[in-house]
């Protein structure tokens, strides 16, 4: 069965550049523009994995991060931060609200789609090499 990818991202560029690539390596991906989509995605699809953006439309990615990992039906779900923000103690904030992994944009895809490959082999593993 194929694995579900939340993507929620809110620049389409990078949502079709990772789409496009997660797809190619047989990966089903469902896109999510602002933190409200992300939400009500997460809910109703049941992702095996959410990429997540920190800074998106309708909310904060690390605010969403945890709300899903306060919820019995999200908490399961494994996340991978991408942020471009800069901020110092952002990776830290991230892995203590669960995070298993945390990219600094731009990353390399390479080690993106490894870390998401061992977060799906191991969900409840945390990665937290920052890239």
Do not use: C, W
């Amino acid at each position: 069965m194929q694995k579900k990818i939340l993507l929620a991202e809110d620049d389409e560029r990078i949502v079709k550049a990772i789409s496009v690539r997660l797809n190619a390596k047989g990966y089903e991906v469902l896109a999510a523009y602002d933190a409200i989509m992300a939400m009500q995605k997460t809910m109703e699809q049941d992702p095996d994995l959410i990429l997540l953006d920190i800074n998106m439309p309708g909310g904060n990615g690390l605010t969403l991060a945890e709300r899903l990992k306060n919820s019995s039906k999200t908490s399961h779900i494994p996340i991978i931060f991408l942020t471009a923000s800069k901020q110092p103690d952002l990776q830290q904030r991230a892995i203590n609200l669960g995070a298993i992994a945390f990219f600094e944009k731009p990353f390399d895809f390479d080690e993106l789609l490894a870390t998401v490959r061992a977060a799906l082999d191991h969900p409840h593993v945390r990665l937290t090499n920052a890239y």
